[in-house]
Every structure is written in C-alpha cells, then in structure tokens.
C-alpha cells in the first residue's frame, strides 16, 4: 500500500510540474474565444486579426511557429457556403507564392458547420527557407473565419499545442 500512495504522489507530482497552464482569449468584437499557452504571444493587429506566436525554440530558432486568427463580417458572405469560396481561395493563393505545393485538403465539421482545411507550402525570396500553412476556413452567420497556422517546414515541433489552440476556438 505505500509503494503504491508513494507511485501516485509520484505520478501527481511530475503530472502537475509538466501542466501547461492556458490562457483564456476573447476577440474584442465578439466574434470569437480562443485558449492558448502562457508562453505565447498575443498580438492584436489591425483587421480584427489575433496572432498567437510560440516562444523561441532555441537560439537558432530563425521562424517562431505562429497562429492568425480572422474574423471578417460581411452582409454579401450571409447566404454563402465554405464550399463556393474554396475554387478562388485556392486559385489565389497557388499564384501568391513561388514553389507552391498543395499538401492535403479536405472539409470537416467545425463549430458545428462545415468548414475547409487547406494546407500547403511555398518559399519567399525574402527567406532561406519553405513555409508550411494549414489554415481551417469556415463561414458562420455572415463572418468568414481563417485560422492559420504557420511553420518553418520541418519545423513544427509545436504543431499539438497549435493543434490545441486551433481545436479551442468557439464562435
């Protein structure tokens, strides 16, 4: 019976030091909620966007792993399904970017309405490195949400933790 109060107290102890303690995040026009890391960032910018930025990996760390969060109301969006959008989302963004590859896509089941899951990579001249990007679109209610998340390919260590963040988001 001791060894066994001792390997719980034990298993509690390591339990609680690894915890990730979540912060709570609600957008300023109320068209979201979101969680996300104690150790990362929140940045409000401009066009209602929230960014959550991870913290550095290291000290080579050249990209910090980072999630956009957008909500953009439209009256014209109001009778519009996910699905009409996705042809000209993906056309626009195949010409966006030199040495595009379409990676994987597929419409899922998100908040209760149907939503697109979009993920790809490119370069930039301005880097030495590809850029990986799974974005989640949906429309509710007349707002087109876009949740992206943003790596470093092969760079993806925090790819649960932006998968919990990205999973967190209630509108």
Not at 63 to 72: E, H, Y
Not at 89 to 113: C, H, L, M, P
Request: net charge positive; glycine share 4%.
């Amino acid at each position: 019976m001791k060894r066994f109060l001792f390997l719980a107290l034990f298993i509690s102890f390591f339990a609680n030091t690894n915890a990730q303690t979540w912060k709570a995040f609600r957008d300023t026009a109320g068209h979201f909620t979101a969680s996300y890391p104690d150790t990362w960032e929140n940045k409000i910018k401009e066009g209602n966007r929230v960014f959550f930025t991870s913290p550095e990996e290291s000290a080579d760390d050249k990209f910090r792993q980072n999630i956009n969060i957008s909500a953009n109301p439209s009256p014209d969006l109001a009778n519009y399904k996910i699905r009409e959008l996705i042809p000209d989302v993906e056309t626009s963004i195949k010409t966006a970017y030199d040495n595009y590859q379409k990676i994987s896509s597929r419409y899922f089941t998100w908040n209760g309405i149907e939503a697109y899951e979009y993920v790809y990579s490119f370069t930039q001249a301005s880097v030495d490195y590809a850029i990986r990007i799974k974005q989640w679109m949906c429309i509710k209610n007349g707002v087109l949400y876009m949740i992206t998340y943003t790596a470093a390919v092969g760079q993806d260590n925090m790819a649960a933790t932006a998968g919990k963040i990205m999973n967190s988001i209630k509108f």
